[in-house]
T-cell receptor, first 113, second 112 residues
Framework: GENVEQHPSTLSVQEGDSAVIKCTYSDSASNYFPWYKQELGKRPQLIIDIRSNVGEKKDQRIAVTLNKTAKHFSLHITETQPEDSAVYFC????????????FGQGTTLQVKP | NAGVMQNPRHLVRRRGQEARLRCSPV?????VYWYRQLPEEGLKFMVY????????ESGMPKERFSAEFPKEGPSILRIQQVVRGDSAAYFC??????????FGQGTRLTVV
């Protein structure tokens, strides 16, 4: 079945630096790749997503890139701020268009002021 | 704009009791998903339901766990005879079209 690997598990950056989180997936039929931000004790919130017919998508300081051949997608956060500190999860849709998501293990991002 | 509503937010049960977790999807969303999150882990898919139908329950343990999404009312995730290993955060998500999923605040179940 589908498997999603996420790296690194923890990431510490200085305020203003960039942060990059990488994920790989196993099933080439996956076609939807969302990224969620989860603050301690709160719900996962969608921050950006990308579909397999697009290679890159950007929303202000956040961008996602997708390499379908390598089955690899990445989250890029530029000009990081302390409020970006949270756990970030990547996910890949399961084939079959059910909306079912397989999540990565999460990356704890700490932005130091 | 009422999002996905889950209740209770926190639930404590003794071993052997039943836990009932409720989820009201975003108005107009007919697709509901339940996920379980263990401490410091990612979310694991449990079950996908549409109104009155279980579409995919491949992630749900075959014993003690059941889910429903009746024609009227919220979706219910039911755990019978809870054990300590059931302690986790249970998140419900809804979607209008099996695309973008909106998550609720979760129910944190503690089994003592």
């Amino acid at each position: 079945g589908e498997n999603v690997e996420q790296h690194p598990s923890t990431l510490s950056v200085q305020e203003g630096d960039s942060a990059v989180i990488k994920c790989t997936y196993s099933d080439s039929a996956s076609n939807y790749f969302p990224w969620y931000k989860q603050e301690l004790g709160k719900r996962p919130q969608l921050i950006i997503d990308i579909r397999s017919n697009v290679g890159e998508k950007k929303d202000q300081r956040i961008a996602v890139t997708l390499n379908k051949t390598a089955k690899h997608f990445s989250l890029h956060i530029t000009e990081t701020q302390p409020e970006d500190s949270a756990v970030y999860f990547c996910a890949a849709s399961m084939p079959g268009n059910t909306g079912k998501l397989i999540f990565g293990q999460g990356t704890t991002l700490q932005v130091k002021p | 704009n009422a999002g996905v509503m889950q209740n209770p937010r926190h639930l404590v049960r003794r071993r052997g009791q039943e836990a009932r977790l409720r989820c009201s999807p975003v108005k107009g969303h007919s697709h509901v998903y339940w996920y379980r999150q263990l401490p410091e882990e990612g979310l694991k898919f449990m079950v996908y339901l549409q109104k009155e139908n279980i579409i995919d329950e491949s992630g749900m343990p075959k014993e003690r766990f059941s889910a429903e999404f009746p024609k009227e009312g919220p979706s219910i995730l039911r755990i019978q005879q809870v054990v300590r290993g059931d302690s986790a955060a249970y998140f419900c998500a809804s979607s209008p079209d099996r695309g973008e999923a909106f998550f609720g605040q979760g129910t944190r179940l503690t089994v003592v």
